[in-house]
């Protein structure tokens, strides 16, 4: 049963204030005044909708950025550490390609508090539901399902999905992960296709050359994840019918 938006404990509500600053900040054209407001405040927006989908709602400010504990329920203490120690936009240091740290994932200033930040609102969002504090939880900034478990990759840093699942997976006996991207969430997938507790349904373009090469109707799981990771590969050109007649 839905629990109202009421029930959310009182430290994830937010000023009007802090609400139109985060909002200005997402519609800002300058990315890096959007990661240093986000960063600075250590907040993120997140939205609770009803189950028929229709945001309820309130916005709720999140200041619980993920402790390095939870950044590791998916990632390595290497990779942990090099975040921590990353203080310059130095795009070019080899040590830090080899954390796939350049190209389309560059050292920003404070990106470990970035991580920290998208990280700690896919979990606040999981204690919400594990809580049963509500029924819908969604992190707009969260999705960042590219990251591996010890580098960055595919503009993304790090793996707040990957993350939330770990955590939820103590509590909720299955859970089904859905993946629209037009890319294969191939690190999910990965992380996840030893497990039949977790589905990993992912919907994605797959073609020669296309990022990330994987993804085929064959690739299914392995040992007892058989039949726990399905992929739902399209060429390019579908329209928005195409879903439906798949
Ligand atoms: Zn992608």
Known sequence: MWSSVGTVPAEYKFSRNEHQSVIKARTDDEKDHILE??????????????PTGSIRCETLLLKHPASEDELKLFHSAAYIDVLKSLESFDLNLDEHVEYGLGYDCPVLDNLHQLAECVAGGTLSAAKLLVSRKCKTAINWFGGWHHARRDSASGFCYINDIAIG???????????????????????????FENSNKILTLSFHKHEVGFFSNSGNLDEAGIGKGKNYSLNVPYQGGISDETPKKM
Not at 37 to 50: A, D, F, R, V, Y
Not at 166 to 183: C, G, N
Request: hydrophobic share 40%; proline share 0%; glycine share 2%.
């Open 37 to 50: 407001t986000l960063c600075e405040k250590k907040s993120l927006l997140l939205q609770t909708c009803t």
């Open 165 to 191: 699942i770990q955590f939820m997976s103590t509590t909720f006996e299955r859970i089904l992960y859905i993946d629209l991207d037009v890319h294969h969430g191939m690190d999910i997938f990965n992380a």
